[in-house]
Structure formats: structure tokens, C-alpha cells
Nanobody, 121 residues
Framework: QVQLVESGGGLVQPGGSLRLSCAASGSIRQVTAMGWYRQVPGKERELVARIRGDDNTRYADFVQGRFTISRDNAKNAVYLQMYSLKPEDTAVYFC???????????????WGQGTQVTVAA
């Protein structure tokens, strides 16, 4: 069984920084991409950033150079370093992985449980 476990959320003041971490565990054949999404109540979950196995990255427009996504392939882990946080960044952040479990040959999407990020004075 594959699990994604996130850590690193919390309360931070505007302009502050946070680093989110996520590790995939279980019987994994291959991880093709990992990323971060976020969601606030009443709104759809939206992409923040994602990184593929070839280190190709994609960021949402609202990131505006403030966040950096990285991954450790050996650990099946992904990180999101966030700087210059704004109150509008407040949301639950979800780790996402597109991976192939040992039990099959096709990639599937997996989600973490979410970690709260609150940006407030």
C-alpha cells in the first residue's frame, strides 16, 4: 500500500518562510512526478508546483518566484520551500504523486492527507 506523508505546515507571519516535505512509502515501482496542491474552503484544489523525474518543473502563476520545488528521487520525497508568504497563501497544502505501484504497470495518482499553512500576523 502506498502512502504519502506530509510535514512542515504551520503558522507563519506575512513575509515569513516555510518548508513542506512529503515522502512516498510502500511498494513503489516508479515515481513519475510529484507536486503540491492547495485548497481553501469553498474553492477547488489548485496546483502550486510540480516536478517530474527529469526535474522539469511547473509553477502556478501566483507563485511569482517565491516558492521552489525540489525532490529526492532516492527517498521518493518532494519539498516545497516557500518564501515571502502572504495571507492569501493560507490553505491546506496537499502532496500529490503520480507513481506506478509494484502491484501494477500503470501510473496512478496518490494524495497526502494535507497540511495546514496559515499566514497571519
Amino acid at each position: 500500500q502506498v502512502q504519502l506523508v506530509e510535514s512542515g505546515g504551520g503558522l507563519v507571519q506575512p513575509g515569513g518562510s516555510l518548508r513542506l516535505s512529503c515522502a512516498a512509502s510502500g511498494s513503489i515501482r516508479q515515481v513519475t512526478a510529484m507536486g503540491w496542491y492547495r485548497q481553501v474552503p469553498g474553492k477547488e484544489r489548485e496546483l502550486v508546483a510540480r516536478i517530474r523525474g527529469d526535474d522539469n518543473t511547473r509553477y502556478a502563476d501566483f507563485v511569482q518566484g517565491r516558492f521552489t520545488i525540489s525532490r529526492d528521487n532516492a527517498k521518493n520525497a518532494v519539498y516545497l520551500q516557500m518564501y515571502s508568504l502572504k495571507p492569501e497563501d493560507t490553505a491546506v497544502y496537499f502532496c500529490h504523486a503520480a507513481l506506478v505501484p509494484v502491484s501494477c504497470w500503470h501510473p496512478a495518482a496518490y494524495w497526502g492527507q494535507g497540511t495546514q499553512v496559515t499566514v497571519a500576523a
